[in-house]
């Protein structure tokens, strides 16, 4: 399991840093000038051509752009993700203020979705197969596509008019209310109707049917045959045999998920006014302001790296098939929790022992 770890952990440097050099050239070739941008911001509304060559030249715009790609990745190994173009702070103390409440966001609608979609996707799972249940199933797979089929801007739109407005239930955005300290109740109190609409996203459909589909095909397996012909309790099978095998595919997705995750949590930051990585993300858009996005886009991929490295190692510790190197493992290959997996059996040529 070290082995795997350290080798998973290896194979993030080259990614980080086609990352970075993906972003800093596909940067420079967008429209606009952060020169011009940065001039206009300091009031500077018709430039003249030696003030655009002399901003060009302060923000280090006249060089090329591998000489200032390996600047900036020097600078970066050390810390320095540079100055914001637009308002000259360090870019890491900006992104350093943004990125924790944008963890706290996407964590918590992570963990919501989750729960939600282990108890429905096991419920729906469990009761599948018999007829009474059918119906409940169905029920399941009903909300899931209402919720799949809604992009998460226009349930936030709809969250905010019902909640908010009409039912005035939860403030409508921020993080604490004008003139109040936002202390812990405050924050978690603004924090319900965006971690809601993320939740309530299309992941949690997908996550529901994985789940759902995980536990039928589990409910099949020999380990599990095997624990219910011991007589051990219904909980203990479902949770301790079926749910670990379930758990596979379910635990991969949630991986390959988060960083779509992270894009639509900026959508609801911007909606919601939530001060994280969505608003900073939007203003330095907005104001070319390069250096900035190039900062959001490298943290961003480091931080949806590190979640899938962690989804990596939960999925290896679930199935030891995937850190021995047989890549994803069959449902129907999985061993029994704690059990070993039964040797290879060798087939009887045709007429043996006749």
């Known amino acids: 399991m070290i082995r795997f770890a350290a080798v998973r952990v290896l194979q993030l ?13 596909l940067l420079e070739i967008a429209s606009g000038d952060a020169a011009a941008a940065q001039l206009t911001a300091r009031s500077v509304i018709a430039p003249t051509t030696t003030e655009l060559a002399r901003a060009r030249h302060n923000l280090g715009l006249d060089q090329p752009l591998a000489v200032r790609y390996l600047h900036w990745l020097w600078d970066a190994l050390h810390g320095n993700l540079g100055f914001s173009y637009d ?45 009474a249940g059918r119906w409940a199933a169905r029920a399941v797979h009903a909300l899931t596509l209402v ?12 969250a905010i008019g019902v909640f908010a407005l009409l039912l005035g239930w939860l403030p409508a955005g921020g993080v604490s209310t004008p003139g109040v300290p936002a202390g812990a109740g405050q924050v978690a109190l603004h924090l319900v109707l965006p971690a809601a609409t993320l939740a309530g996203s299309h992941h949690l459909g997908v996550f529901t049917r994985l789940v759902e589909t995980g536990v039928v095909e589990a409910r099949d397996d020999q ?16 949770v301790q045999h079926i749910l670990r095998t379930a758990l596979v595919p379910f635990v991969a997705r949630v991986g390959t998920s988060f960083g779509s995750l992270v894009g639509g949590s900026y959508a609801a930051e911007v909606i919601f006014g939530w001060p994280g990585m969505g608003r900073v993300t939007l203003n330095a858009a907005l104001g070319h302001d390069y250096a900035t996005l190039t900062g959001v886009v490298l943290l961003s991929g480091a931080v949806v790296l590190a979640v899938n490295l962690l989804a990596d190692l939960v999925v290896a510790w679930l199935s ?28 009887v040529p045709h007429g043996a022992g006749e």
């Open 320 to 347: 030891p098939a995937t850190r021995e190197g047989r890549g994803r493992p069959s449902r129907r290959s999985l061993p029994a929790p704690g059990e070993a997996a039964a040797p290879p059996t060798e087939e």
């Open 87 to 131: 308002t000259g702070e360090p870019v890491a103390s900006v992104l350093g203020q943004a990125l924790p409440w944008t963890l706290l966001l996407v964590g918590s609608s992570l963990i919501l979705t989750a729960a939600l979609a282990l108890v429905l996707g096991t419920a729906a799972g469990v009761v599948r197969t018999n007829r």
């Open 223 to 238: 380990h599990v045959l095997t624990a219910r012909a011991l007589g051990l309790p219904r909980r203990t099978v479902t």
């Open 13 to 25: 440097v080259p990614m980080l840093l086609a990352l970075s050099w993906i972003s800093f050239a």
């Open 147 to 158: 919720l799949g089929a809604c992009p998460a801007f226009v349930f936030a739109l709809l």
